[in-house]
Antibody
Framework: EVQLVQSGAEVKKAGESLKIFCKGS????????IAWVRQMPGRGLEWMGL????????RYNPSFQGQVTISVDKSINTAYLEWSSLKASDTAIYYC???????????????WGQGTVVTVSS | SYVLTQPPSVSVAPGRTARITCGGN??????VHWYQQKSGQAPVLVVY???DRPSEIPERFSGSNSGNTATLIISNVEAGDEADYYC????????????FGGGTKLTVL
């Protein structure tokens, strides 16, 4: 069974750093891209970026480039999302999701983590 | 960048058919995916490649895509279908840039 298990809720202050994780199991972790998606309170889904464990290739939504760092450690089947200096506007739920392929070989987000709630006070 | 436009809300009575639209420039040439997000839960893929379903999703969920509009169709709507629904495309022109629509809240009356 494919599972993506994310780290627990975080409460931080503005200016602090943070690294959350997403651990995959039940599938060949290195050969599937892992994406991160933000959902601000009461808002929609926003794609932040994704990383390929086998080649350490990482791509960002231009809106998030320079604001966060996405990384991965394939030896422990874990992807990370990191901030060096949090802002109150980073308050959101962050989801990791596996990018699989459809039957016609199109990319799709087929499995999702449970989400990590990040709360940043100013 | 590519923009996907969804209506903020759609309401439907139980047993009727709900249609949720997703507008985009020539979206008919793209592969569109749809996700369901119930309150307090992570999103779930319900339709991929315009009209196909993962095996665990009921046949009541289907889709279409032509011209500038993709549509998620939910037949014989049940109370448990009440959720937010998001369309998604992969913007190939921007090299691996994923785009979500703004989401539609489906209310079952």
């Amino acid at each position: 069974e494919v599972q993506l298990v994310q780290s627990g809720a975080e409460v931080k202050k503005a200016g602090e750093s943070l690294k959350i994780f997403c651990k995959g199991s039940g599938y060949n972790f290195p050969i599937y891209w892992i994406a991160w998606v933000r959902q601000m309170p009461g808002r929609g889904l926003e794609w932040m970026g994704l990383t390929y464990p086998n080649g350490s290739d990482t791509r960002y939504n231009p809106s998030f480039q320079g604001q966060v760092t996405i990384s991965v450690d394939k030896s422990i089947n874990t992807a990370y999302l990191e901030w060096s200096s949090l802002k109150a506007s980073d308050t959101a739920i962050y989801y990791c999701t596996r990018q699989g392929l459809t039957t016609t070989f199109n990319p799709v987000f087929d499995f999702w983590g449970q989400g990590t709630v990040v709360t940043v006070s100013s | 960048s590519y923009v996907l436009t969804q209506p903020p809300s759609v309401s439907v009575a139980p047993g009727r058919t709900a249609r949720i639209t997703c507008g985009g420039n020539n979206i008919g040439s793209e592969s569109v995916h749809w996700y369901q997000q119930k309150s307090g839960q992570a999103p779930v893929l319900v339709v991929y490649d315009d009209s196909d379903r993962p095996s665990e999703i009921p046949e009541r969920f289907s889709g279409s895509n032509s011209g500038n509009t993709a549509t998620l169709i939910i037949s014989n709507v049940e109370a448990g279908d009440e959720a937010d629904y998001y369309c998604q495309v992969w913007d190939r022109s921007s090299d691996h840039i994923w785009v979500f629509g703004g989401g539609t809240k489906l209310t079952v009356l």
